[in-house]
């Protein structure tokens, strides 16, 4: 099981939860927006400082498999983001509403991007009650 956390940062909730991750030392994955890193820099050191891992999420959350592939290609161009604030490891994004075209696909594949996916988001299961009603 992974904790993933998108579309920070976000003053004041992300310090809130990277305080909550340190103490029992919990590593998790963000994947910030583009546009939301360069308005809260701040932010964007401490999770890396934290040892968190992080991933690109797009610039603006938009759907980039319903983009020309010139403006897809922008839309992720823009959120190296990430390695101006000291992000070294290879570069893994989240496509917003993880829509992936198949001219995507091959686009992420030639710049070597790592593609995460969800296998269950939790508010779209909110009714179950117990583990049992996710059976």
Known sequence: MALVFGEG???GATESLLKRLGSPHIKATFFP???EMGKHPKQTRA??????????HGY???NLANLPLSSAKEEIKNCTLLQRHGH???PMIL???VN???KLRSLLAEQKFLVAQWDLEPRHHAEWKTPETAL
């Open 95 to 97: 496509p917003p509403f």
């Open 33 to 35: 927006l583009g546009r």
């Open 9 to 11: 940062p976000v003053p």
């Open 47 to 56: 999770i890396i400082a934290a040892g968190h891992q992080l991933g690109n």
């Open 60 to 62: 603006s959350h938009i």
């Open 88 to 90: 070294q490891e290879r």
């Open 100 to 102: 992936l075209s198949e």
